[in-house]
Each structure stands twice: as structure tokens, then as C-alpha cells.
């Protein structure tokens, strides 16, 4: 197995600088790109961990689950949560620069924390869904989930929706930001191909149509 090198940084100032992208616009570009968010609570020492899409508004993270899902009962009464978005990431080769290098891994990442707030009313967590079906169609639209639609009247009361102040922005963004600007398209054309690629043999794996 090759090993993979991050470089040695001093603690206090981890992740590098160079890797550390503070604007907030960056970010919520990554929440819009790729809204499925791996959202953490603690209960007794335990963390409860869920996926779930969540869409960005006025500062505020918005979402639902199931009722039945244990963290749902964290995720009210001004609780603490911990968030991260996962943006494209992969395996860089030294082959692909221009001078001498290790392997290393290059990944956008957004890790939030903030507080919870459960939505009680049912007619605002159907707007919520209506909200998020709308931006998850977009530009296209084909699909239009209506305020009426019976579907919705039976699956509401299985729902639980919640809002999320955010406290705490970082971004991690580590591509190749220290390394010649020839190097860093290679690594950004890397990254574009790879990903594209990885989905494609993922699938062909564990998705067979017989």
C-alpha cells in the first residue's frame, strides 16, 4: 500500500492556512452543490449521525427527517449539532505534476456546527418540503411537488422539521494550493476526472442490471 503524505503542520494552525477558505460565499456554494449533509448530535457521550439534504436560506440550514429516527429528538430545543458537506475529493499522483512530489489527497469540505430549532408547524415543514423539492429540480424543473398533494396529507405526520442557526463556519478546501499554478490545474483537471470516473466504476460495481 503507497502511503499517503499530508505534511507535517504545526497543530495550532491546522488545517494550513492555504487550505482554510473562510469565505462564507465559497461555502454556501458547496451547500448548494452538494446539499447532502452529514449532520452529528451527542447524546450521553454518543454521537447520532444522519444524512439528510438540508437547503440553505438567509442564514439558516433547513431540513426534515423522520420522527422515528433517534436523533430526531436532538434536533430541537436549542441542542448543538455538528454538520459537514462533502464536496469532490480524490487520490492525487505525483505523476500528474510538473516537479518532484508525494502522494496526497486533495477534498472540498465545509464543517459547520450551529443550534436547532424544531418546526411544530406542519404547514411550514410542507413549505419547507415544496422549498426543497423546487431548488433540488432546479434549472430544469420537471418535477413540481404541490402544497395539495394528497401524498404529503399522509406523510407529514411522519415528519420532523427543524432550522439551524449557524455558529461556526470552516472550510477545507485542500487543492493544491502550494504547489506551482501548472500544478494546480493539473490537480484541478485531476480532480474533475477522477470523480467522473470513480462514480462510473462505483456503479458498474454494485448497480448490475440483470
Given at each position: ?19 482554510q ?10 451547500i ?45 430545543d436549542?441542542h ?10 480524490c ?31 406542519s ?5 419547507s ?6 431548488f ?75
Amino acid at each position: 500500500m503507497i502511503p499517503v503524505f499530508a505534511g507535517i503542520n504545526d497543530m495550532t494552525n491546522y488545517p494550513p492556512r492555504h487550505h482554510q477558505d473562510d469565505n462564507h460565499e465559497h461555502m454556501i456554494e458547496v451547500i448548494k452543490t452538494y446539499p447532502l449533509a452529514t449532520l452529528i448530535s451527542v447524546k450521553e457521550n454518543q454521537p447520532l449521525i444522519s444524512h439528510l439534504p438540508l437547503i440553505y436560506s438567509d442564514g439558516k440550514l433547513i431540513g426534515h427527517l423522520d420522527k422515528y429516527n433517534p436523533q430526531a429528538e436532538l434536533l430541537k430545543d436549542n441542542h448543538d449539532v455538528t454538520f459537514i458537506f462533502s464536496g469532490p475529493q480524490c487520490y492525487i499522483s505525483p505523476s500528474i505534476y510538473s516537479t518532484t512530489q508525494l502522494p496526497t489527497w486533495n477534498y472540498i469540505m465545509v464543517h459547520l456546527k450551529g443550534k436547532v430549532k424544531e418546526i411544530i408547524d406542519s404547514a411550514a415543514i410542507k413549505q419547507s418540503m415544496v422549498d426543497m423539492t423546487s431548488f433540488l429540480e432546479a434549472p430544469e424543473h420537471n418535477y413540481t411537488l404541490e402544497l395539495d398533494n394528497p401524498k404529503m396529507a399522509q406523510f407529514i405526520s411522519y415528519v420532523r422539521g427543524f432550522e439551524i442557526d449557524i455558529t461556526h463556519w470552516e472550510g477545507k478546501f485542500k487543492l493544491s494550493q502550494d504547489k506551482k499554478p501548472k500544478d494546480m490545474v493539473s490537480a484541478r483537471n485531476e480532480l474533475i476526472r477522477a470523480n467522473q470516473e470513480s462514480i462510473q466504476t462505483l456503479l458498474d460495481q454494485v448497480f448490475k442490471i440483470h
